[in-house]
């Protein structure tokens, strides 16, 4: 699943705890005949009309199957794994999804157009949550990302927990006056809301 264009803040905070992608790629080309979008194609169609780059990048080399059961005859084990992780999320509907094929990829699974393969391309996976194919190299670095971010997580919340205890009146930082316990809990819900969709709230 690529991370073209989620225009929510989980967008933002999942790019800002991208690093540099190791080189893990075993070029199976399974990601680039079975693609899909948080956005549907109908939206992904009046980005590209507005003029936004990354649609425009993204649906420049894929071309939507002409149905699930069409993409299912492709990668069946994606399509599937897809469409259960679309089921657990409230943000997204199983009808609006579509899957994509690259023109580009060649029957080996290679890109053939590798030295000006797309941004969308290039980053993919963007980060711990996005369903790649199931046995896709990333799964080990997907694994350790996705850590990471509970980890964070955990972290702010332990952090907001120990400064309520120490607080000196229940209302203010222990250490910085001028900050309310408010103020820290809504910046640390803040934090959380992009991870929401999976799960952050009982991390
Ligand atoms: S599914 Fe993973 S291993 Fe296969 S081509 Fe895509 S990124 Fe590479
Ligand atoms: S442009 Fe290349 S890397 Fe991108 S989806 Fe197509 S074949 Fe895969």
């Known amino acids: 699943m690529f991370n073209v264009n989620d225009d929510n803040a989980q967008n933002e905070l999942l790019n800002e705890a991208l690093e540099p992608l190791p080189d893990l790629c ?3 080309g399974k990601c680039c005949r079975s693609a899909t979008t ?3 194609y109908k939206i992904l169609q009046e980005k590209v ?3 936004d780059q990354e649609a425009i990048d993204f649906l420049s080399i894929f071309k939507p199957f002409e149905s699930i059961e069409d993409a299912r005859l492709v990668e069946p ?5 897809v469409l259960s992780v679309v089921a657990q999320r409230d943000d997204m509907n199983v009808e609006d999804v579509t899957f994509y094929y690259c023109e580009y990829v060649s029957p080996e699974g290679l890109c053939t157009i590798y030295e000006r393969r797309p941004r969308c391309c290039q980053s993919a996976p963007a980060n711990g949550w996005s369903a790649m194919p199931p046995g896709c190299g990333f799964e080990g670095w997907q694994f350790e990302q996705r850590e990471k ?5 955990r972290d702010l919340k332990t952090s907001a927990y120990m400064m309520e205890q120490l607080s000196p009146d229940g209302i203010h930082h222990p250490a910085r006056p001028e900050t309310t316990l408010a103020e820290l809990q809504a910046l640390v819900l803040d934090k959380i809301k992009p991870w929401k969709p999976f799960g952050a709230h009982y991390w």
């Open 26 to 28: 075993h070029k199976c």
């Open 38 to 40: 948080f956005h549907s």
């Open 49 to 51: 009309a507005a003029g």
């Open 77 to 81: 084990e994606q399509v599937e794994q």
């Open 149 to 153: 971010q509970k980890r964070m997580i």
